[in-house]
Nanobody, 125 residues
């Protein structure tokens, strides 16, 4: 079982930056891909970024590529999302998530089994 708790959301002006963090419980954190997703009001949850269990590979949605950076610290059971050059369309609740299977790199929301409670990010124009 993995428990995930996000932090770091807030209100920021367009062009600004925020850093989201996700603290994970569980002894096998370092064996799981970690992902970030977001959901805006009235829209479906969408993939943002993912990182392999070792941190050696990352993958981003086209809409955030070049602006967001996902990273992880396996010693601290933490995964982060650095968000720069934020736009109003980035406004959403952001979730970190993990699949149940170890050593499996996935990006589809349906393939993730554990989810945090979410943190609100609001970007004003």
């Amino acid at each position: 079982q993995v428990q995930l708790v996000e932090s770091g959301g807030g209100l920021v002006q367009a062009g600004g930056s925020l850093r989201l963090s996700c603290a994970a419980s569980g002894r096998t954190f370092s064996s799981h891909t970690m992902g970030w997703f977001r959901q805006a009001p009235g829209k479906e949850r969408e993939f943002v970024a993912a990182i392999t269990w070792s941190g050696s590979s990352t993958y981003y949605a086209d809409s955030v590529k070049g602006r967001f950076t996902i990273s992880r610290d396996n010693a601290k059971n933490m995964v982060s999302l650095q968000m720069n050059s934020l736009k109003p369309e980035d406004t959403a609740v952001y979730y970190c998530a993990a699949p149940a299977d170890e050593h499996t790199f996935v990006v589809g929301a349906s393939q993730y089994d554990y989810w945090g409670q979410g943190t609100q990010v609001t970007v004003s124009s």
